[in-house]
């Protein structure tokens, strides 16, 4: 049935199990544990764990389960393992595919936190990481070795949105032997179809665009049958970085309305940037699916939108990018990014504080750098706000 769906169709539908009530909308499954009528079945369950059977909510439950099959068929995923966060789901993912005495490849355009496991945590159980610039292919390759077992990286770099040409990392990774992992939040599940282009993994903080309200944390991790059930799960469901079931029924809920946020929010993106490139007080304006952008026909050719997040990068520094954030009146200051209410990030004192001024000049973040990312509101009432807190800088 679900494979001859269109996406629209597979986000409403997709996954959903019917208690006996037949209600419309998905129930939630609060339970942590599930009842057998007799000791023999608890036995048989924990012989064999049929394909709607459930022991414990750490290991699955039904609304999350729920969750896990309309992913995985939006995303064309043999597979799906859901998690608490957008971290639990990276560190499951590398975690349970490594070992001590492997080696990893990664771009050096990370997420914080991303990149705290790949330099700190991994190299403490013996993983060695290289860092590359995920742009350029001919360093992907430089960077093999024999003990080479994954390649990670984002699609697109947060926050100066460069675009990592996917099939062909996908192909090196490949000849390698080795797993491309793809942290795929900015392309969103709904502009890029990551899998087909060559990913093996595909992982997502659905706290971002899934969720898209600002009200739970989720994360998600996709790929072979293989790989969830005989590499991920044991690790995951034994270290306890399960989704709960609330939440799980927040994201599905989410995803009933997943496409038509992402295109709304990057159809805006696409104005903000034609209408604020060469705007006096810029030195540059970053968006994927803008000409000047230096990957525009790579993004062009692997994705369907740009996404929903721009970047505007300040000629005043430090001084113009927060007086222009302090005198927005619509757009606020916060951290997150997917949601319906557009936010606004300066990432050199914020999400990228933590990197000392060489590693953000390496990464293109500088002290004016705005990352902005695009909500539902009036497109023109955007336009103004931006333009007249820029004036203001
Ligand atoms: C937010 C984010 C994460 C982490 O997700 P959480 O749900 O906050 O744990 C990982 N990678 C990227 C690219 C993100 O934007």
């Known amino acids: 049935m679900s494979e001859n769906w269109k996406p629209s169709t597979r986000l409403v539908h997709a996954g959903t199990r019917r208690s006996q009530y037949n209600e419309v909308s998905e129930a939630i499954f609060l339970t942590q544990g599930f009842v057998y009528a007799r000791a023999e079945d608890a036995e048989a369950r924990f012989q064999h764990l049929g394909a709607d059977e459930y022991i414990y909510a750490r290991y699955g439950n039904p609304t999350v389960r729920m969750f896990e099959d309309r992913i995985a068929a939006l995303e064309g995923a043999e597979d799906a393992f859901a998690t608490a966060s957008g971290m639990a789901a990276v560190n499951g993912a590398l975690f349970s595919a490594l070992k001590a005495g492997d080696h990893v490849v990664a771009a050096r355009a990370l997420f914080g936190s991303c990149l705290y496991i790949c330099e700190t945590l991994l190299r403490r159980f013996g993983v060695e990481v290289t860092f590359v610039d995920g742009t350029d292919i001919a360093a992907w390759r430089a960077a093999v070795r024999p003990q080479t077992r994954v390649f990670f990286l984002e699609a697109i770099s947060n926050p100066t949105l460069e675009v990592i040409d996917i099939a062909a990392v996908a192909r090196v990774a490949h000849e390698a032997g080795a797993l ?109 699916f803008s000409p000047t952008h230096p990957q525009y026909a790579l993004a062009q050719r692997q994705m369907s939108a740009g996404g929903t997040v721009l970047s505007l990068d300040l000629k005043g520094g430090k001084a113009a990018a927060f007086r222009f954030l302090n005198a927005l009146k619509i757009i606020t200051i916060s951290n997150n990014l997917g949601d319906t209410k557009s936010i606004i990030t300066h990432p050199a004192t914020t999400t990228h504080q933590r990197l000392s001024p060489e590693q953000r000049g390496v990464l293109g973040i500088g002290d004016g750098l705005v990352r902005l990312s695009v909500g539902l509101e009036d497109p023109s009432d955007l336009t103004r706000d931006i333009t007249d807190a820029l004036a203001v800088a």
């Open 180 to 288: 491309l992992m793809v942290d795929n939040v900015f392309a969103t599940p709904v502009f890029q179809r990551t899998l087909t282009l060559g990913a093996d993994v595909v992982i997502y903080s659905a706290t971002k665009h899934i969720d898209g309200q600002g009200r739970c944390l989720g994360g998600v991790v996709l790929g072979s049958q293989a790989f969830i059930r005989k590499t991920l799960e044991p690790y995951l469901k034994h270290t306890g970085g399960a989704l709960s079931p609330f939440n799980a029924w927040v994201l599905l809920k989410g995803m009933e309305t997943l496409a038509l946020r992402c295109n709304a929010e990057a159809a805006t993106a696409l104005a903000l940037a034609e209408t604020l490139n060469g705007h006096p007080a810029l030195a540059r304006v970053l968006y994927p």
